[in-house]
Antibody, heavy 120, light 107 residues
Framework: EVQLVESGGGLVEPGGSLRLSCAASGFTFSSYNMVWVRQAPGKGLEWVSS????????HYADSVQGRFTISRDNAKNSLYLQMYSLRAEDTAVYYC?????????????WGQGTLVTVSS | DIQMTQSPSSLSASIGDRVTITCRAS??????LAWYQQKPGKVPNLLIY???TLQSGVPSRFSGSGSGTDFTLTISSLQPEDVATYYC?????????FGGGTKVEIK
């Protein structure tokens, strides 16, 4: 069974940093592109970042470019999102999601999400 | 960047009604479009990919169509369990933008 479990969310002050993790199991992690998607309270889904199987291609939404860094450790079956210079508008549930293959970027499996709250 | 516009933003329909949601891309994306359903308080669930391919396990009352810039998600006979917000997403190239969502309620 595919499982994605996010962790690392919490309350952080504006300007602060946070590192999210996503532990994957039930599939060959190194064979799939992975993404982070977020959802602000009461709002829609926002794609944040994507990373290919070997980290060759990485993309970011304009809203987080230069502040967030996506990475993965295929040996540890883990996906990460390092977030710097956090702003109030970064407050959201952050979902880790898996693509259907190494050649696509839509999301077949989703974690339960981890809440990040940026507030003083 | 390509913008994804969904309409309507919300709708109310009766049980058994045919429901249609539209997603328009500001530029052509071939058929690189996915549809998701998000029930209240739940994680998004993939319904359709490649514009018209039904994800395994999704009821056949859901269907997708379109190519290029105009896409449609249709629920052929609305059921109570279909109350949710529906999102389209383009995935031809980054940014992999979502539409703003369509909230479906029962009348």
């Amino acid at each position: 069974e595919v499982q994605l479990v996010e962790s690392g969310g919490g309350l952080v002050e504006p300007g602060g940093s946070l590192r999210l993790s996503c532990a994957a199991s039930g599939f060959t992690f190194s064979s799939y592109n992975m993404v982070w998607v977020r959802q602000a309270p009461g709002k829609g889904l926002e794609w944040v970042s994507s990373i290919t199987t070997s980290s060759d291609y990485i993309h970011y939404a304009d809203s987080v470019q230069g502040r967030f860094t996506i990475s993965r450790d295929n040996a540890k079956n883990s996906l990460y999102l390092q977030m710097y210079s956090l702003r109030a508008e970064d407050t959201a549930v952050y979902y880790c999601a898996r693509s259907p293959s190494s050649g696509s970027y839509y999301s077949v499996y989703w974690g339960q999400g981890t809440l990040v709250t940026v507030s003083s | 960047d390509i913008q994804m516009t969904q309409s309507p933003s919300s709708l109310s329909a009766s049980i058994g009604d045919r429901v249609t949601i539209t997603c328009r891309a500001s530029q052509g994306i071939l058929n690189y479009l996915a549809w998701y359903q998000q029930k209240p308080g739940k994680v998004p669930n993939l319904l359709i990919y490649a514009a018209s391919t039904l994800q395994s396990g999704v009821p056949s009352r859901f269907s997708g169509s379109g190519s290029g810039t105009d896409f449609t998600l249709t629920i052929s006979s609305l059921q109570p369990e279909d109350v949710a917000t529906y999102y389209c997403q383009k995935y031809n190239r980054a940014p992999f933008t979502f539409g703003g969502g369509t909230k479906v309620e029962i009348k």
